[in-house]
């Protein structure tokens, strides 16, 4: 059928409401099975990385301590040489 004939056996709206029917199930669908599963893997790669992120963190927390108790033991053995 001709898209004219169409429009006017049922008239325009009729036809624009059947056209946007399928626009929206191509845009569900397309949001159904190509970016659900996107996000998902998305997803599971942010919460990956989070994890590392806080082992960085707690790494780094880590690595100042070390260096803070260095410097002090530094700073005494400094305190001791004047003293003598």
């Known amino acids: 059928m001709d898209v004219a004939q169409v429009v006017s056996e049922f008239g325009f709206p009729a036809v624009m409401v ?9 845009v569900w669908q397309t949001i159904t099975n190509t970016i659900d599963p996107a996000v998902q893997d998305m ?6 990385l989070t994890d590392q992120l806080r082992l960085l963190d707690q790494d780094m927390i880590r690595l100042q301590e070390k260096v803070n108790t260095v410097l002090e033991l530094r700073e005494q053995k400094k305190d001791e040489k004047k003293s003598r």
């Open 43 to 48: 997803k599971a790669t942010i919460i990956r």
């Open 18 to 26: 059947v056209g946007l029917g399928y626009f929206v199930y191509f």
